[in-house]
């Protein structure tokens, strides 16, 4: 009675309940079967040896395809733990991160040339092409004795055209193969487009076998293979080269022929199974052949404009004019682009918001600087065609020189030369004079100008009136160019000269403080060396009397306070302490490779300036003269109102205190000492007559006059000096002695310091 209650109770659920039984019975069935039709047993081997532990990444994924179905693989993540009983292994990074990368140069340019004409048409091809590339080579048998300068002269050693050649493919691909996508390759008498070269490598495949030029056909054959002409240029892939390498040999050997490039052609048909073609991936190698006694100033079809190489270019002079004709080509197509971007920029402003009046002038330039505040404010400059109303100096009033004189003639010129552009035939403008001028830098567009005219007009009747407009004109900012510069670091070494005279040497004491807290103390490095200049009374008084013992004395101090500091002084007697006669016995006793600072004992040396000194001094390359901070005159500065020493030890180095740049004063520099060396060897033939030229001269006059580096002069925040009174020795050239003249006048104070000094004093004497 009770079971079959029971089963009345759960009669509805019971074909669930037989339903479920039956799935799991049927589900243990199938594992069962599957485990047992497999032989391998079941591994770790991911965990016993990693990911496809003995043996390759394919033969892995095969066998686990074919024992595993079409099961998916489900990796595993092994997590990162560095081993503390394994010694740390230290990266090597590369120095520029597209050598990490594997990313190579696009494009090498060989030329071929001979001794005979690397001299004349070498030397064209060099000034017209060359500087468009990133590296161009000149593979010659053999040269004159006398090679060109700034030229890349490869010798093979035999004059053989086909030998040439297959010395320079080889070259390329043992030297070169693994750095460049593409190789060019041409002969001397052909002038080639290099922007237009440029843009076709850009549009090519660089892993593709290709052999591009103008295709010929063999002398004396029927095959339908073609090799490429060598006057016009051809261009040979990465790929093509390193599978040639190999069988250069061979083809040396094999291949009789006259013609370097048809050697070269019959080898890569030989061997590769390539032939040259003219057009690849929609992209055609166009070229043009010159006729005898052409003139390019008159070829004006579409394959010459069209060209990317020009062929026969019998002599040098007419590759110049190659050169100027597609330069104009060239000009002309840009203006043409510029102008058509400007009517479809016009066009689209119509669609905007503001319509035509939202486009900014001229089009395609950035819109004028629209300050926030009134300090943002850029003002404006007021000029005639003599004279500026704003100087550097805070004159109301200069004249026009230099740079500043050329801008405004320039800017003169085109306006009137726009205006007959304009109006022309109607009206023509001839300038009588300016009336009125302004400008101003914009940082975002360039340098604005707007013009009072005073124009004579003439109609084309031959009348004429004098009438005043109003021009403005923009000369806009250009594309910026990063300019490469040797790699330089901030672990040089630096060597401080200190040259001190009798007069000098009460700041002997302050230079040292600041050299043991910004130097010693930081263990930067650095070294320095003081130069003691005794004129010939004290020099004979020096047994008796040294006027230089109290520096010797504080020296002595520094060394005894830090062991391992050595400071060297020198000795030297001279009545007139030139720069160049101390340099000179300097550099005798340091290696050719030591940076120099030179500076003077108001220096005030730091961190910052030092290394500064060696990111700008660059050997062989360039010299860096610093304009340092002067501090005004603390007497006319604050006068009556003394700073306390709370205040002005609270200034550090990124403010600048009261003063100037000094732009009179060139004693410290920064350069190498083979630098100096190699601009003093020619110097030499000028003072052998003329002993008094080394005191009429200093160090930066020596390498702007006889050195071809970059002399670099800025401005240094970091190089501080207090206000000093110096003391101008008339012994020394005029030039010299009137720059320091004027840094004593100008570095007293500001011209309102000096009015406020001025209108007190009158105060006081009127009272």
Known sequence: ????????????????????????????????????????????????????????????????????????????????????????????????????????????????????????????????????????????????????????????????????????????????????????????????????????????????????????????????????????????????????????????????????????????????????????????????????????????????????????????????????????????????????????????????????????????????????????????????????????????????????????????????????????????????????????????????????LALEAYTQKGHSQVIAKRVGLLRPLSAVEIIPMPYVTEATRVQVILPVTAREQDFVGNFLDMYVMNALDTHDNVLLTFLFVYDPFDAQRVSQTDVFAGAKAMISEVEKRYADVKIPWISVKTEVPSQVKLMDIISKKHPVDTLFFLADVWTEVNADFLNRCRMNAISNWQVFFPIHFQEYSPALVYRDQQPSASSSSSLGSDTLRDGHFDRHVFEEACFYNADYMAARSKMAADILDNDELLENMDVYDVFVRYSGLHVFRAVEPALVQKYVRRTCNPRFSEDIYHRCVLSNLEGLASRSHLAMALFEQEQANST
């Open 1 to 452: 009675m009770r079971l079959s209650s029971f089963l009345a109770v759960f009669r509805p659920a019971l074909p669930l309940i037989l339903g479920l039984s039956l799935g799991c019975s049927l589900s243990l069935l199938m594992v069962s079967w599957t485990q047992g039709d497999t032989e391998e047993t079941c591994s770790d081997e991911l965990g016993n040896g990693g990911l496809f532990a003995g043996g390759h990444l394919g033969e892995s994924l095969d066998s686990q395809a074919g024992g595993g179905g079409n099961e998916d693989f489900q990796p595993r993540i092994v997590p990162y733990h560095k081993d503390p009983n394994k010694p740390h292994k230290k990266v090597l990074r590369t120095r520029y991160i597209h050598t990490e990368l594997g990313i190579r140069e696009r494009l090498l340019v060989g030329i071929l040339t001979s001794r005979a004409t690397l001299n004349t048409l070498g030397v064209a091809v060099n000034r017209t092409v060359a500087h468009h590339f990133h590296r161009t080579f000149f593979f010659t048998g053999l040269r004159s004795a006398k090679a060109p300068h700034g030229m890349a002269v490869v010798t093979h050693g035999d004059d053989r055209p086909v030998w040439l050649m297959y010395e320079t493919v080889r070259h390329l691909h043992q030297h070169h193969g693994n750095d460049y996508d593409w190789f060019y390759l041409a002969q001397d008498d052909t002038y080639t487009q290099a922007e237009r070269v440029m843009e076709l490598v850009g549009h090519l495949s660089a892993g593709q076998d290709l052999y591009m030029g103008r295709a010929e056909e063999f002398i004396g054959g029927d095959e339908r293979a073609r090799y490429c002409h060598g006057g016009y240029g051809y261009l040979l892939s990465r790929s093509l080269l390193a599978r040639l390498q190999p069988h250069l040999d061979s083809c040396r050997n094999d291949i009789l022929s006259v013609r370097p490039d048809e050697w070269l052609g019959r080898c890569i048909i030989d061997y590769l199974g390539l032939s040259c073609v003219e057009v690849y991936q929609e992209m055609t190698y166009r070229y043009f052949e010159l006729r005898k006694n052409a003139d390019p100033e008159r070829e004006d079809g579409p394959q010459f404009k069209n060209a990317f190489t020009v062929h026969p270019v019998a002599e040098p002079g007419l590759m110049y004019r190659l050169h100027k004709r597609f330069s104009q080509i060239e000009l002309d197509w840009t203006y043409a682009q510029i102008q058509q971007l400007q009517a479809q920029i016009s066009n689209l402003s119509e669609l905007t918001p503001e319509g035509k009046a939202g486009a900014s002038w001229p089009v395609g330039i950035n819109a004028p600087f629209r300050p926030k505040t009134r300090f943002e404010v850029i003002n404006w400059e007021y000029f005639t065609e003599e004279h500026i109303y704003s100087c550097a100096d805070s004159a109301p009033k200069c004249e026009l020189r230099g740079a500043d004189r050329a801008d405004v003639s320039a800017v003169l010129e085109t306006a009137v030369e726009r205006l007959n552009e304009r109006y022309q035939p109607q009206l023509r403008f001839r300038k009588r004079r300016l009336l009125n001028g302004y400008r101003r830098f914009d940082p975002t567009r360039g340098m604005e100008y707007q013009l009072d």
